[in-house]
């Protein structure tokens, strides 16, 4: 039998937790512009061309093809890259020239050794339905050769950007017990084979990892801002020194209710779209639009060196 205490206690927390998802929902929602079709109920990459135009990309188990989309969300325009195969396709993200890059990395069970990143040509540039690629490879060397321990689950891959000529990678944690840690890895930007970089770590949560799981990042347009996403969370990275995305400052802005975030791109300086997953036809397969300048901003660390004096919310 229930204790009258634990009766009273309940009926008073479950209003309060109603309220507070309703609030969560409405928070993402708010952020909504438009729908996907329903071609990309698993979109995992998105990126603008040099005409602002919006392409993306499916996770594994649809053609190694890119769309393109009409600012309604419906799709305007497919590419096929024809010496290309989507394994496990991630993440896209362009360099200055506007090549695009495809990231075939996904590696759930941490047992791909060898991954692919295809760069294309300019999508302004293509003038038909299909294109060839310029193929780039990449190992871990600390992965070796057996069987990848638990608690070394760390190779699973869904975000990357340029910068500077390289590739840099950020690690989808997958280890047991979950430690929260993201591992950056750098690689170069041409056809070769790569023995990936590590660079820096940084931690997100060690609570549940599929709430901070990294699906995706972007740099801003002027590459002073890093973006990360997860299903819950942007994180934002400035004033970092080098290559060394995590040295700077990092901030954290809330995105509500948890959905399948798999995408992030900045659309100019100010502005962040992302979008997410369909999930079985009742949520989900929407993009949405984020001002940074309207954003709440909990701040996680400043770099001790930062002059910013900007007022900004605390965590």
């Not at 890259?81 to 200055?96: F, G, I, L, Y």
């Not at 995105?255 to 995408?263: D, M, P």
């Amino acid at each position: 039998m229930l204790r009258k205490g634990s009766v009273i206690t309940t009926v008073t927390l479950l209003p309060i937790a109603t309220v507070l998802f309703v609030m969560s929902v409405y928070d993402l929602f708010k952020m909504k512009t438009v729908a996907v079709d329903p071609r990309l109920k698993e979109i995992s990459g998105i990126e603008y061309d040099k005409y602002k135009r919006l392409w993306a990309i499916n996770d594994g188990g649809d053609g190694a093809v890119l769309y393109m989309l009409n600012k309604d969300g419906t799709i305007e325009r497919e590419v096929t890259v024809s010496n290309a195969k989507n394994v496990d396709w991630e993440d896209m993200t362009q360099n200055s020239f506007g090549h695009f890059f495809l990231g075939d990395f996904g590696n759930n069970d941490n047992d791909r050794r060898w991954l692919t990143i295809y760069k294309i040509e300019n999508p302004i540039d293509i003038k038909s339905d299909t294109t060839e690629a310029e193929i780039i490879k990449f190992t871990y060397p600390e992965m070796g050769r057996g069987k990848v321990k638990p608690k070394d689950k760390n190779y699973d891959l869904e975000a990357f950007v340029e910068y500077k000529r390289k590739l840099y990678l950020f690690t989808k944690n997958r280890t047991k017990p979950f430690d929260g840690i993201t591992k950056l890895y750098k690689v170069g930007d041409h056809a070769a084979n790569f023995d990936a970089q590590l660079v820096g770590e940084f931690k997100t949560c060690t609570t549940l990892e599929k709430l901070c799981w990294i699906t995706s990042a972007a740099l801003s347009p002027d590459r002073t801002k890093l973006v990360l996403l997860d299903s819950t969370s942007l994180w934002l990275f400035e004033n970092f020194e080098g290559d060394n995305f995590f040295s700077g400052d990092v901030s954290r802005i809330d995105l509500g209710v948890v959905t399948q975030k798999e995408a992030v791109t900045f659309y100019d300086e100010n502005t962040l779209v992302f979008t997410d997953e369909e999930f079985k036809g009742l949520f989900g397969g929407n993009i949405y639009e984020v001002k940074l300048d309207r954003a709440k901003r909990n701040v996680i660390k400043y770099r001790e060196s930062s002059k910013q004096t900007e007022t900004v919310l605390k965590q």
